[in-house]
């Protein structure tokens, strides 16, 4: 079966603070890996996705997540958050080889940023 | 144009009615998925389509629940004998299923409250 955690439930940040949200994923296999962002009152959309390739894998908005194989992890990071990045974040996995193509998700990160 | 759309945005209802959500998916893609997300948490995987037939309907709780998808294109959840703790916002989400290296797209969510 597969897990992700998601280590910060809360994240409060000034404007043009860096960023550094946790994902950690347990799984034995090959795994795709996304990020989800909900802005307020609107649906999940994708921020960004791992296939394969590069590791360090750059979204929309100036996100970029890095994967580390041996940590089992796919942390969220942004140099320079915006007051227009409040919203809550997802990771989540997908399993390669024998998960289907279902997604579990961590249970969210709520970011907000302070002007 | 066109995202997934799902219908009711809201439905209240009481203890022990019987309840359908629909979802219309992203035009030509053939993978459907439903999810439930309850508060404080992140979606949790019911039910996957290809085409017409539920390719891993792992996810749903019990049999009061059931999904269809009988052309392939709209997909309806139904839910029996609703109880209290079926309250939740019910996410569907379409790929174009181009293999294992999919994404799933989501639609803006039911929030279903039982009485």
């Known amino acids: 079966a597969q897990s992700v955690s998601q280590h910060n439930h809360h994240v409060i940040l000034s404007e043009a603070a860096s960023l550094e949200l946790g994902c950690n994923y347990s799984y034995g296999g090959t795994v795709n890996l996304f990020w989800y962002v909900q802005y307020p009152g609107q649906h999940l959309q994708l921020l960004l996705k791992?296939?394969?390739?590069?590791?360090l894998v750059k979204g929309i908005k100036g996100f970029e997540a890095e994967f580390i194989k041996s940590k089992f992890s796919f942390n969220l990071r942004k140099p320079s958050v915006q007051w227009s990045d409040t919203a809550e974040y997802f990771c989540?996995?997908?399993?390669?080889?024998?998960?289907?193509?279902?997604?579990?998700f961590g249970t969210g990160t709520q970011l907000k940023v302070e002007l | 144009g066109a995202g997934v759309s799902q219908t009711p945005s809201n439905k209240v209802t009481e203890k022990g009615k019987y309840v359908e959500l629909r979802c219309d998916p992203i035009?030509?893609?053939?993978?459907l998925y439903w999810y439930r997300q309850s508060l404080g948490q992140g979606p949790e995987f019911l039910i996957y389509?290809?085409?017409?037939?539920?390719?891993?309907d792992s996810g749903l709780p019990n049999d009061r629940f059931f999904a269809v998808r009988p052309e392939g294109s709209v997909s309806t959840l139904k839910i029996q004998r609703t109880e209290r703790g079926d309250s939740a916002v019910y996410l569907c989400?379409?790929?174009?299923?181009?293999?294992?290296?999919?994404?799933?797209?989501f639609g803006p969510g039911t929030r279903l409250l039982v009485l």
């Open positions: 035009s030509g893609h053939t993978a």
């Open positions: 791992y296939f394969s390739g590069d590791p």
């Open positions: 989400a379409s790929a174009s299923q181009r293999g294992p290296q999919e994404t799933q797209y």
């Open positions: 389509f290809q085409g017409t037939g539920a390719a891993d």
């Open positions: 989540a996995v997908n399993g390669v080889t024998g998960g289907g193509n279902k997604l579990t």
